[in-house]
Structures are given as structure tokens and as C-alpha cells.
């Protein structure tokens, strides 16, 4: 069977993880958290003393984006790769509201795009890939057989990263998990370098009030077809 390339981009929290784990999963594809890399590289500039509330030293990330070695480790465990940091795994430690408040700044810099962009082309070269992000069927998998566009509203999508973000332990508020979704949708979605667009031959998915399975039984049957029609 002939293998396809999967794009799903959109916003936060509209379930373009998930989703896309699951149809991984359920294809015996690869799939590849392009977020996971944009939050690596804040979490190095956090640790290396490059990004703070008040100062973010640009030039100096840039200088050292080579210092900087992602990958990712399939868990059989938990059923999908987690991402390294310098051979560190930093899936749990880039997920924190305080790495969201600073990704969207990280992400609007073209160098740390042209390098992680780079590294998901040849993670995709063979096919059979499923990837989310928010440039994956515009900028890094132009020619995708099927490309996803996710949206859902923004109080809706603030709620799921909220009760996430509490059932790992965080504290944090609902307001301000609700700021950072739309303070990173407004940058995401304006900055020059890759911004976040529907592709013209994007399928767009309001799932505002889909179920998880609701949402999973839709693309799947997305996907079949896109891949019969490569047959
Ligand atoms: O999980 P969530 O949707 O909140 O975010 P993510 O997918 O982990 O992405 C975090 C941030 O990385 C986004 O808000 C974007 O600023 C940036 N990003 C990007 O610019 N391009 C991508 N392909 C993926 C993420
Ligand atoms: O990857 P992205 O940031 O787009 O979203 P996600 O991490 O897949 O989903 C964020 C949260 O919303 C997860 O806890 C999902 O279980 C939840 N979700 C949901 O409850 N219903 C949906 N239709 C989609 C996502």
C-alpha cells in the first residue's frame, strides 16, 4: 500500500496531537511533533539564561542554534516519541505555561525555522509520516496527499490546555491559559517568516464539539480515501 504524507496544522489545542498520534498509530506511520521542537529550542534559550519575562538576547540563540541537537525516541510505553533535548528527554519540562509564553517568540525567527524545518523534511522524506504543526501542509510538506486544517474556538480550546495543565499538577490559571492561547494564535498567525494559514487544499475542522472519537472517526476516513486514491 502506498504510504502518504500527513499535514495537520492549526491552533493550540485543537487536538491536532492527538489526532495525529492516533492515525499513527492506526497506519503504522511515523508521527513528528514539530511543536515539540519550537518548544526544545525556547527551552534551551531558558536554561542557557538567553530568554526571561524581560530580555530575550535573539542573537545570541541564533549564534548557538548548532550547540542545539533535537531528536526524538519512540516509548513504547506511552506509544509515540518523546523528544530530546541534547540527549535529554524534555517531553514533560517543555510543556509548562511558562515555555508557551515564550514559543511563539522563539518560533517567529526564521534561522530557528530554516534549521528545524530541515530536520522535518528529511524526518519525512519516505513517507509515511504524519506531522502537526502550524506551516506542515504550507511550508514543510507543500505536496502532502492530505492536509488538516484544525480550528476550534478559543475559550473551548483554553479549557482542554487548562484541565491538562492541572492534571499534570501545574497551577495555573484559567485566564492565563486563556491570554497564551490568544496572545500565540495573534503571534503565530501575523508573524513574516511561515505564519499560521489554512493551505487553499487544506480541509478545514471545526471540532468545537466533536468528541475525541467524533474527531478521530472523521480524519480517519479522510485519511482511507487519500489513500486509496494514491493506490
Ligand atoms: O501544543 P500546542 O498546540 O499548544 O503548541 P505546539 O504545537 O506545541 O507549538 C508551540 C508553538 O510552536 C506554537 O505556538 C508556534 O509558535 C510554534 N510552532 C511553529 O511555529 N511551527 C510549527 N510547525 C509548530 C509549532
Ligand atoms: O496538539 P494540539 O495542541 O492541537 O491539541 P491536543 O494536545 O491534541 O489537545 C489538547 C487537549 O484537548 C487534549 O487534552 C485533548 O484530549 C483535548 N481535546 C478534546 O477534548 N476534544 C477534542 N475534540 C480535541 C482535543
Same mark, same amino acid.
Given at each position: 500500500?502506498?504510504?502518504? $504524507?500527513?499535514? *495537520?496544522?492549526?491552533?493550540?489545542?485543537?487536538?491536532?496531537?492527538? &489526532?495525529?498520534?492516533? %492515525?499513527?498509530?492506526?497506519?503504522?506511520?511515523?508521527?513528528? !511533533?514539530?511543536? /515539540?521542537?519550537? =518548544?526544545?529550542? $525556547?527551552?534551551?534559550?531558558?536554561?542557557? @539564561? %538567553? *530568554?526571561?519575562?524581560?530580555?530575550?538576547? #535573539?542573537?545570541?540563540?541564533?549564534?548557538?542554534?548548532?550547540? *542545539?541537537?533535537?531528536?526524538?525516541?519512540?516509548?513504547?510505553?506511552? @506509544?509515540?516519541?518523546?523528544?530530546?533535548?541534547?540527549?535529554?528527554?524534555?517531553?514533560?519540562?517543555? =510543556?509548562?505555561?511558562?515555555?508557551?509564553?515564550?514559543?511563539?517568540? &522563539?518560533? /517567529?525567527?526564521?534561522?530557528? +525555522?530554516?534549521?528545524? #524545518?530541515?530536520?522535518?523534511?528529511?524526518?519525512?522524506?519516505?513517507?509515511?509520516?504524519?506531522?502537526?504543526?502550524?506551516?506542515?501542509?504550507?511550508?514543510?510538506?507543500?505536496?502532502?496527499?492530505?492536509?488538516?486544517?484544525?480550528?476550534?474556538?478559543?475559550?473551548? +480550546?483554553?479549557? =482542554?490546555?487548562?484541565?491538562?495543565? *492541572?492534571?499534570?499538577? !501545574?497551577? &495555573?490559571?484559567?485566564?492565563? &491559559?486563556?491570554?497564551?492561547?490568544?496572545? +500565540?494564535?495573534?503571534? !503565530?498567525?501575523? =508573524?513574516?517568516?511561515?505564519?499560521?494559514?489554512?493551505?487553499?487544499? /487544506?480541509?478545514?475542522? !471545526?471540532?468545537?464539539?466533536?468528541?475525541?472519537?467524533?474527531?478521530?472517526?472523521?480524519? %480517519? +476516513?479522510?485519511?482511507?480515501?487519500?489513500?486509496?486514491?494514491?493506490?
Amino acid at each position: 500500500m502506498n504510504k502518504i $504524507t500527513i499535514a *495537520i496544522d492549526g491552533f493550540s489545542s485543537t487536538g491536532k496531537s492527538t &489526532v495525529a498520534k492516533q %492515525l499513527a498509530k492506526y497506519l503504522g506511520y511515523v508521527y513528528v !511533533d514539530s511543536g /515539540a521542537m519550537y =518548544r526544545a529550542v $525556547t527551552y534551551y534559550a531558558m536554561q542557557n @539564561g %538567553l *530568554i526571561s519575562k524581560d530580555d530575550f538576547n #535573539v542573537e545570541a540563540l541564533i549564534y548557538q542554534l548548532d550547540n *542545539i541537537n533535537i531528536t526524538f525516541k519512540f516509548n513504547e510505553k506511552l @506509544g509515540f516519541a518523546e523528544v530530546y533535548l541534547n540527549n535529554e528527554n524534555i517531553e514533560r519540562a517543555i =510543556r509548562t505555561l511558562e515555555v508557551s509564553s515564550f514559543v511563539s517568540k &522563539v518560533a /517567529a525567527i526564521s534561522e530557528v +525555522r530554516q534549521k528545524l #524545518v530541515e530536520q522535518q523534511q528529511k524526518m519525512g522524506q519516505d513517507k509515511g509520516v504524519v506531522m502537526d504543526g502550524r506551516d506542515i501542509g504550507t511550508v514543510v510538506f507543500k505536496d502532502a496527499e492530505l492536509k488538516l486544517y484544525m480550528i476550534a474556538s478559543a475559550e473551548k +480550546r483554553a479549557v =482542554r490546555r487548562f484541565d491538562e495543565l *492541572i492534571e499534570r499538577g !501545574d497551577q &495555573v490559571l484559567y485566564e492565563d &491559559v486563556l491570554k497564551n492561547v490568544q496572545e +500565540r494564535d495573534h503571534i !503565530d498567525s501575523t =508573524r513574516e517568516d511561515s505564519p499560521l494559514v489554512k493551505a487553499a487544499d /487544506a480541509i478545514e475542522i !471545526d471540532n468545537s464539539d466533536m468528541t475525541l472519537d467524533e474527531q478521530f472517526d472523521k480524519i %480517519l +476516513r479522510l485519511a482511507k480515501m487519500t489513500i486509496e486514491d494514491c493506490e
